[in-house]
């Protein structure tokens, strides 16, 4: 289904008569697919009903797709937003019979088969895939969100990035030696692959890129500490990659603190269950998460962490047009669950997308979902990363070659890819970070960030209650021009 041809460019769509056509004496409706959720999933199922006589609908709240293995480096200052993250009306731009509708979806009237949004009236579907992802998850404890920002939105990452370099600069400045010593100490809390890069990569910071930019402070004085609940870090990954990455942090001179489970965090730090505070005016959240709310717009079944249990072909029990993929959806494989991880969404939404185009080509549908595992791999700093891939083993300099050709490899666009690559290997060869900049002011609800051909619009508002807002007397700039323009 051509939108442009059928329906014309300025029309509105599927609100009124002008959603049918024409065919012969008859006048159809064409299948109308509603995709929630751009990432991952969402747009492999889109891209796999590009050749079916359908109307594809992907609704999302941000107008961009983001590449989140990648967000670390943004909160850490060595890529750019623009890097990671693409238009999806660009993605899908040439895709005739897909259209990208930007708006919050808040809920969906199965009985009507409606899409229930913030921004425009009730949408029709025939079928529907649910692909909102997931999002932190403060174990009951939503009160410590201000204190210990966690990573899965660009502006998530921005925020981190702000916070981080902001406590340097606050450091520079600060007269009592206590005072300074806080804010040169940072908490991430989680042991997972997202904690490990962060800490590797706080720890680079302070180690490498910010050694000679400072004249009252020494930034490799900074006191990073990785908490982590479980007996070791990188649980998923083979015993031998956990201690391996746990040394190559400790080498790096972070502190991993295992089998501490962390009970309180506020504005000074966070209190472990032995009742020790560990003091540090930045917290970085990377210990949980849960599924978006999607379970309870329908009022399906899930699991804790609410992921939606589902069938064998990924529809919801008693709703066979409603399906929810990736880390939405909760899917058994080999006695455990899928992993929550970007080739699972991808898969599930290629598999959902091709079962819908033979359904409505009236063809037999494929077998029940199968999971196919590649590996896990993580970095934890220059040089160094683990690879786990069947029974491959790979660790240090080898694997974070490996780990940095896959993603530059699943990025989108020759041009990222490549501007990735020089960016990595300029930061390798000089000890830089090219995007340190502090670009959102505290309690802007709005930034803008342009590069090349697209755009990406930040829609973030800046939480008022952060630690280093609150004890904020002025503001302080970045004292030196960064190396590398940010795209504006
Ligand atoms: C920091 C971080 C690092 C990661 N690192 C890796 C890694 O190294 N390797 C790996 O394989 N995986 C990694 N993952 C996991 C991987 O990114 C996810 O498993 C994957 O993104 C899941 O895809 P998805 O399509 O289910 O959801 P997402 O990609 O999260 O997409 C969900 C989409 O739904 C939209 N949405 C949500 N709610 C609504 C709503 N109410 N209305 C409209 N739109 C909505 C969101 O804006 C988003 O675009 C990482 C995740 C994070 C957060």
Not at 26 to 53: M, S
Not at 76 to 90: C, G, Y
């Amino acid at each position: 289904m051509d939108f442009n041809r059928n329906i014309g460019p300025r029309r509105p769509f599927f609100f009124g008569p002008d959603q049918t056509q024409s065919s012969g004496s008859r006048t159809v409706n064409p299948p109308h697919i509603v995709i929630v959720g751009a990432g991952f999933g969402g747009l492999e199922a889109a891209k796999a009903l590009a050749r079916t006589p359908a109307a594809v609908t992907i609704i999302d709240r941000q107008n961009h797709h983001c590449f989140q293995p990648l967000l670390y480096q943004v909160a850490t200052a060595a890529l750019s937003p623009a890097d990671i993250a693409w238009p999806v009306r660009s993605i899908l731009s040439r895709q005739s019979n897909a259209r990208v509708v930007m708006a919050e979806v808040s809920g969906i009237d199965l009985s009507a088969r409606q899409v229930i949004t913030n921004s425009m009236p009730p949408l029709p579907y025939d079928f529907l895939v649910l692909a909102t992802g997931a999002m932190h998850s403060y174990f009951g404890h939503d009160e410590w969100a201000p204190f210990a920002p966690g990573l899965k939105r660009v502006e998530d990452a921005t925020e981190i990035r702000r916070r981080l370099l902001i406590a340097f600069e606050k450091a520079e400045v600060a007269i009592d030696a206590r005072e300074r010593q806080d804010l040169l100490s940072f908490v991430i809390v989680g042991g997972g692959p997202t904690g490990i890069e962060l800490a590797g990569a706080a720890a680079e910071i302070a180690r490498y890129a910010l050694v000679r930019d400072f004249r009252c402070i020494d930034p490799r004085a900074s006191r990073i500490v990785l908490v982590e609940a479980g007996p070791r870090i990188l649980p998923a990954l083979p015993e031998a990659l956990s201690a391996y990455a746990q040394s190559s942090l400790e080498r790096m001179g972070v502190t991993v603190r295992t089998s501490t489970m962390v009970t309180a965090c506020d504005e000074k730090g966070v209190v472990v269950a032995t009742g020790e505070r560990i003091p540090a005016l930045t917290v970085i959240w990377a210990a949980g998460v849960k599924a978006s709310p999607a379970a309870a717009w329908i009022k399906a079944d899930c699991d804790r962490a609410g992921h939606i249990k589902v069938n064998p072909d990924l529809s919801i029990p008693d709703q066979p047009n409603v399906f929810a993929i990736g880390d939405t959806a909760t899917v058994f494989w080999n006695e455990r669950t899928v992993p929550g991880i970007a080739p699972a969404a991808k898969q599930m939404g290629r598999y959902v997308g091709q079962l819908v185009a033979r359904r409505i080509a009236g063809r037999a549908e494929p077998r029940a979902f199968n999971y196919r595992h590649y590996g896990d791999l993580a970095t934890i700093g220059r040089k160094s990363a683990v690879v786990s891939i069947g029974r491959l083993r790979l660790k240090g300099w080898i694997a974070w070659v490996f780990w940095s050709v896959a993603h530059i490899y699943f990025l989108i666009g020759a041009r990222n890819r490549l501007s990735v690559a020089f960016d990595w290997l300029w930061d390798y060869l000089t000890f830089q970070r090219g995007a340190r900049l502090i670009i959102q002011a505290p309690n802007s609800t709005a930034a803008v960030e342009r590069r090349g051909g697209g755009h990406v619009i930040e829609t973030a508002s800046t939480p008022a209650t952060s630690p280093v807002d609150l004890s904020r007397k002025r503001e302080v700039k970045s004292r030196r021009i960064p190396r590398k323009r940010e795209p504006l």
